[in-house]
C-alpha cells in the first residue's frame, strides 16, 4: 500500500496560495530555530560559508565552506547557508568588487599598461594577474564580511534562542 502525498504540500483550489507559502516559511523558520548546536558553533559556520562564498569557486563553495567550519567546529549547515551570498544576482557585483579592490592592492599591474596580448606571454601575464587580483580581493572581502557575519549572527542567534525560550516557559 503506497502512502498517499501530503496534500498540504500541493496546491488545491480549496486552499490560497499564499496560504501555503506562509506555512512553507513558518516551516524552515522553526527548522532554523531547531538547528542543534550553540550560537557560537551557528555563528562560526555562518562566518565560514559567508568567507568561502566570496570566492568565485562555483560548485566548491560549499565544499570550502563546510571544511572550513568543520575546521573551526561550526555548524555544517549554516556554513552550506551561508555561501548563498554569492548567488545569481550578486555574482556579478561581489566578483567585481573583489577584482577591482585586489587590483588596487596589487598596484595596478597589465591591465593598466595595457598588455601585450599578441603573444602567449602577454595573455599569460594578464591572465595571471586577473586571477590575482581577484582571489585577493576575495580573500579580504570573505575576511571583512566573515568576522561581521559572525558577530551579526552570534547577536540574532542569540537573541532567537532567548526568544524561544521565553515562549517555552510561557507554555504550560
Known sequence: ??????????????????????????YFYLRFM?????SQELARGL?????SGCFPLF?????????IATIIRGNRLMAATGTWISNPFTYVPIFAFNYQLGHWLL?????????????????????????????????LVGLVFSILSYFLGLQVFQALRQRRRRQQSKEP
Open 34 to 38: 531547531r538547528m542543534q548546536g550553540s
Open 1 to 26: 500500500m503506497t502512502a498517499l502525498p501530503d496534500s498540504s504540500l500541493h496546491h488545491s483550489p480549496h486552499r490560497p496560495r499564499r496560504t501555503l507559502w506562509r506555512r512553507r516559511l513558518r
Open 47 to 51: 562566518a565560514a560559508g559567508v568567507f
Open 59 to 67: 560548485g566548491l563553495q560549499i565544499i570550502i565552506g563546510v571544511a
Open 107 to 139: 598596484g595596478g599591474g597589465p591591465l593598466d599598461q595595457m598588455a601585450d596580448l599578441e603573444t602567449l606571454k602577454g595573455w599569460t601575464t594578464m591572465g595571471a594577474h586577473v586571477t590575482a587580483a581577484l582571489l585577493t580581493g576575495s580573500c
